[in-house]
């Protein structure tokens, strides 16, 4: 049974850098293989991750309408066309493999583009240990049951008001969407301080999370995210990379 982390937050606040920074510390405490979801349909996390992207579910929903629309699937059903298609989409590495939403290239909405990933991650979701899913900004993906059920839930916020405020904001959200978690994390990214603002103090106790963890601003992350390199670069002694090394290790034995 694979245990499914699913990573959430306002746009900007450094969500798929983090859930990089988490599929890689899983995998150097030796989780894995770990099943990377893209969730957002402006996928970018093979950038944090160091790999090239060659296809999404949006792209290949399309392909598999095209060539089943000139007849050159003959034998083959159009779901088991688009269930290969799928398959070859998946970006393999010895530690991971990313699957990713991307945007539909044809008419109509996401939610075709939605029910596949959700028909895929749950045929694919068992040959891994570990499932990290880095939505796209909000709770959209979450609320569509692209998951039944998440065992670790992460949200991710800015250590300004506004993004402590969005954070509670989300958790109401979550509660009255019925979205179902074990355990719930909350990341407060690019601290400045030593310590977190009085005004995210009671955090915790109105969200009821098992963990709240405070990120420092760092260079080094900074300058990976501004010149589009890989957080699989990072040095062993970064200080944001020492902190969820702590997190994810404790998380494991939970």
């Known amino acids: 049974m694979s245990r499914i982390i699913a990573v959430s937050g306002k ?37 944090v ?19 089943a629309g000139k007849g050159l699937s003959a034998g083959i059903s159009k779901q088991e066309l688009l269930e290969l298609k799928i398959e070859e989409s998946i970006v393999e590495t010895d530690d991971f493999d990313l699957i990713a939403m991307g945007r539909p290239e044809g008419p109509g909405c996401y939610c075709y583009a939605n ?4 028909n895929a991650l749950s045929k694919l979701s068992d040959q891994y240990p570990y499932v990290v899913l880095d939505n796209e900004a909000g709770l959209e993906n ?17 250590p300004s008001k506004r993004g402590i405020d969005t954070v ?53 992350l900074a300058q990976i995210a501004e010149e589009g390199g890989s957080i699989l670069t990072l040095s062993e002694s970064n200080p944001v990379l020492k902190r969820i090394d702590e997190f994810i290790q404790q998380e494991v034995g939970n």
């Open 115 to 118: 029910n596949v990933l959700k």
């Open 49 to 67: 991750l160091g790999v090239k992207l060659t296809n999404t579910i949006g792209g290949v929903r399309e392909e598999a309408k095209e060539v």
């Open 168 to 220: 509670k904001r989300l958790f109401e959200l979550a509660r009255e969407m019925g979205i179902e978690y074990q355990r719930l994390a909350i990341i407060i990214n690019r601290l400045r301080g030593e310590s977190l603002p009085t005004f995210a103090e009671n955090l915790k106790k109105e969200t009821n999370a098992d963990q709240i963890i405070a990120l420092p601003d760092d260079d080094e």
């Open 11 to 47: 746009g900007g606040v450094g969500k798929t850098t983090l859930a990089g920074l988490i599929i890689s510390r899983l995998i150097a405490n030796k989780c894995r293989p770990v099943l990377a979801v893209d969730a957002d349909p402006n996928a970018c996390l093979d950038e």
């Open 142 to 158: 979450l609320s569509r049951r692209i998951v039944k059920k998440v065992d670790l839930f992460i949200m991710i916020a800015d």
